[in-house]
C-alpha cells in the first residue's frame, strides 16, 4: 500500500492564481481530512469528509473548496490564492469512528507571492 | 482553556536522558487520545495511542489520566532519533464535533544531544 499520496510536493503560485492540491488513499478509509500547518504553528483543520460525496467546513475553511466523488480521492481546490495560504498543506485519512487514528500525506509545501 | 494544551518545550536533553511531556485537554467527554511525532519538514506519525490503563512501547510509556484531563508520554533512554516534534491528539466529542475529527495540540520539541 502506498497510504496516502499528495501531488505536487511543491509549488509557487502568483497572488490570484487558482490551483488544485491532489490527495489520494489506497487504504479503503472513509474519512479523509485536509489540513494546513503554517511555520512553528499547530495544524488547523481545513475541510474534511466522512464519506464519498459528503464534506464538511473545518476551523479554516474560507478560500477553499473540496470534493469528494469516490473513497479514493479528496482533492482541494484553492481560488484566487493570497499570501496568507502559504503553508504547508497536508490530506489524512482514517479508517472509522471506532479506529480514528490518522494517517498522512507528505504534504504539499505552497509558496503564494 | 484551549482544547489541548502542551508543555511549550523547547526541551535539550542528553543522550540516555529520560524525558516527559504532558499535555492537558479541556473536553472531559473526549474518547480517543494519541501521541505522534513530527520530524522537521514531514508530515505527523502516529507514534502511540494512549489507553486508560496506561500502555508501553519499548523505550516509550503512555498514561492517561481521566480526572485530572492530562495525558503523558514518557521516553526513556534517549536516542538521537527521538529529536522530534511530539504532537498530543485527542478526539473532541460533544456539541463542538464528533470523533471523526481529531484535535491536535501545538507539539513539543525535542532534541536530544550527543
Known amino acids: 500500500n502506498a497510504g496516502v499520496t499528495q501531488t505536487p510536493k511543491f509549488r509557487i503560485l502568483k497572488i490570484g492564481q487558482s490551483m488544485t492540491l491532489q490527495c489520494t488513499q489506497d487504504m479503503n478509509h472513509n474519512y479523509m481530512y485536509w489540513y494546513r500547518q503554517d511555520p512553528g504553528m499547530g495544524l488547523k483543520l481545513i475541510y474534511y469528509s466522512v464519506g464519498a460525496g459528503i464534506t464538511d467546513k473545518g476551523e479554516v475553511p474560507n478560500g477553499y473548496n473540496v470534493s469528494r466523488s469516490t473513497t479514493e480521492d479528496f482533492p482541494l481546490r484553492l481560488e484566487l490564492a493570497a499570501p496568507s495560504q502559504t503553508s504547508v498543506y497536508f490530506c489524512?485519512?482514517?479508517?472509522?469512528?471506532?479506529?480514528?487514528?490518522?494517517?498522512f500525506g507528505p504534504g504539499t509545501r505552497l509558496t503564494v507571492t | 482553556r484551549k482544547e489541548v494544551e502542551q508543555d511549550p518545550g523547547p526541551f535539550n536533553v542528553p543522550e540516555g536522558a529520560t524525558v516527559a511531556f504532558n499535555c492537558t485537554y479541556s473536553?472531559?467527554?473526549?474518547?480517543?487520545f494519541f501521541w505522534y511525532r513530527q520530524d522537521c519538514r514531514k508530515e505527523p506519525k502516529l507514534l502511540m495511542s494512549v489507553y486508560s490503563s496506561g500502555n508501553e512501547d519499548g523505550r516509550f510509556t503512555a498514561q492517561l489520566n481521566r480526572a485530572s484531563q492530562y495525558i503523558s508520554l514518557l521516553i526513556r533512554d534517549s536516542k538521537l532519533s527521538d529529536s522530534a516534534t511530539y504532537l498530543c491528539?485527542?478526539?473532541?466529542?460533544?456539541?463542538?464535533?464528533?470523533?471523526?475529527?481529531?484535535?491536535f495540540g501545538k507539539g513539543t520539541k525535542l532534541t536530544v544531544n550527543p
Open positions: 491528539v485527542v478526539t473532541p466529542a460533544g456539541p463542538q464535533g464528533g470523533s471523526e475529527k481529531l484535535v
Open positions: 489524512a485519512s482514517s479508517r472509522t469512528l471506532s479506529i480514528p487514528q490518522q494517517y
Open positions: 473536553n472531559s467527554a473526549s474518547q480517543s
